[in-house]
């Protein structure tokens, strides 16, 4: 059979969060996050689990760096913990913050794993919260600041810098559905919101511009959403179109055009009048990126029709209905097809000539267990994961620069409002005893690394 073999400089990647898998919430001068209140509050998180501990991550990174170097993974992406590099959102660095992500930088290099840093996966120190959070111009400010005290901490040994992990979850889910921290419901200030990430973002980009030598990839990751209009009728068009501005080009226009998508303004007028957007921000929020992440792992698809508020669709909820996609469905019942990863990658390749691509997160929660021998079997996953990656392979064959793939995830972890019931992992994690136990699919991602693709 015809293997599917992958460039020879492909890089082959696993992921992870700061307050997914870092634990240590209290130590070495880290205060809350929004996290933190948010999971610490009763009926947020089922089960009551929060990120206190998660997998351990802070005490035994070197453990976990052995895991990734006996895989063969070539990079690695993580995020850094804001609160536990500068506590307030403000003021100077606490270099013992700085100091494990020293280490652990310091750990991938001499394990020869490329370090690919993400500044900000959704744990906004709790007292930027509290003075007003995203919705507030005032946080992109902020967030420039600290990307400033990160660079110039690690810049002279992390290659890749990745400004901001989905903003659209930062906002949406965060202010407008309330599913996520910090659980506010407020459809104009999740608007408010997803600008002044973009500003944030563009902000940011200008700071590490200025502090990385001139080699440094300075990035930027989207959950872009795969949408489908469930009938080619014009209602069912219209709402994927409303879904696809609210989802895609209200990030992908003002970073990469410099302009706000004209028909979302128009879709949202009753919720702003956008006066948010200053003079100039349009410029800061298009500062030139070198790649761009992808993150995907199922499709959206749509119908006219209405849908439950508070809804994470400020001004469409009226329009639109979600309509559960066919086919088989992971633990977090979300559909199986990788035709949307493809079909997203090929229309960036159309919409953003010369944009180099990663698929930065792309994997599947499955009710994985360990087996009276200890060992963790998860075919289901495999297979997933094999199929998207064939997916990536054929986005390649027809012109997508695509430079690598960042499996989720390393680790079974803090899953956010899911709290400890869904597993991601490649590894599985006993979140009693914090042992690590590579599943079927570890082994199977170490082969695919070291043959350079996929078996056919």
């Known amino acids: ?33 929004i ?15 929060t990120g206190d501990i998660a997998a351990d991550h802070y005490h035994r990174m070197a453990e976990d760096v052995a895991l990734m170097k006996d895989l063969g993974v070539t990079d690695y992406r993580f995020s850094v913990a804001w609160p536990r590099v500068q506590p307030t959102g403000r003021g100077p660095a606490v270099q013992k913050g700085l100091d494990f992500y020293r280490r652990l930088t310091d750990e991938l290099l001499s394990a020869d794993i490329r370090p690919v840093l993400t500044l900000y996966h959704w744990d906004l120190p709790q007292e930027l919260e509290d003075a007003g959070g995203w919705p507030h111009r005032e946080t992109a400010e902020r967030f420039a600041e600290y990307a400033g005290l990160v660079a110039d901490a690690l810049g002279d040994r992390v290659p890749t810098w990745t400004t901001l992990n989905e903003p659209w979850c930062a906002a949406f889910l965060g202010y407008a559905s ?13 608007l408010r919101a997803a600008h002044h990430l973009n500003l944030a973002h ?45 989802g895609n080009r209200l990030f992908l226009d ?23 957007v200053r003079d100039g921000d349009l410029e800061v929020t298009s500062a030139p990126v070198d790649s761009l992440g992808i993150n995907y792992y199922s499709p959206t698809v749509v119908a ?17 209905r979600f309509v ?18 493809y079909g997203l990658l090929t229309r960036l390749r159309d919409e953003l000539p010369g944009t180099p691509l990663m698929v930065t997160e792309n994997g599947a929660a499955y009710d994985d267990y360990a087996d009276p021998s200890g060992e963790v079997h998860d075919p289901e996953r495999v297979a997933y994961l094999d199929g998207h990656l064939a997916a990536v392979h054929r986005a390649l064959a027809d012109g997508v620069d695509v430079r690598g793939y960042f499996l989720w995830s390393l680790l079974d972890n803090f ?34 690394i070291a043959r350079g693709g996929l078996r056919g």
């Open 324 to 341: 559960p996609a066919p086919g088989p469905r992971t633990a977090m019942d979300w559909p199986v097809d990788p035709e949307g990863l």
């Open 35 to 49: 996290w933190d209140t948010f999971s610490r509050t009763p009926g947020k998180v089922r089960n009551g689990d």
């Open 178 to 190: 309330g599913v996520h921290a910090p659980g506010r419901t407020d459809a104009a200030a999740s």
């Open 415 to 448: 899953e956010w409002a899911y709290g400890y019931g869904k597993r991601f992992g490649i590894v599985h994690v006993d979140f009693a005893s914090q042992r690590r136990t590579p599943k079927d699919s570890a082994r199977w991602y170490a082969d695919v």
């Open 254 to 276: 003002p970073v990469f055009h410099g302009r706000l998508p004209a028909d979302l303004v128009e879709d949202t007028v009753a919720l702003t009048d956008w006066s948010f």
């Open 304 to 320: 006219a029709g209405t849908s439950e508020t508070p809804s994470p669709w400020p001004g469409a909820e009226r329009h639109v």
């Open 202 to 246: 563009g902000r940011a980009v200008q700071v590490l511009r200025a502090a990385l030598p001139a080699s440094a990839e300075v990035s930027l990751t989207l959950n872009l959403h795969a949408v489908r209009p469930l009938s080619d009728s014009a209602g069912d068009r219209e709402a994927a179109r409303r879904i696809d501005a609210l």
């Open 1 to 33: 059979m015809t293997e599917l073999t992958f460039p020879a400089r492909f890089r082959w990647g696993t992921a992870t969060a700061a307050y997914q898998i870092e634990g240590a919430a209290d130590e070495d001068g880290r205060t809350p996050s």
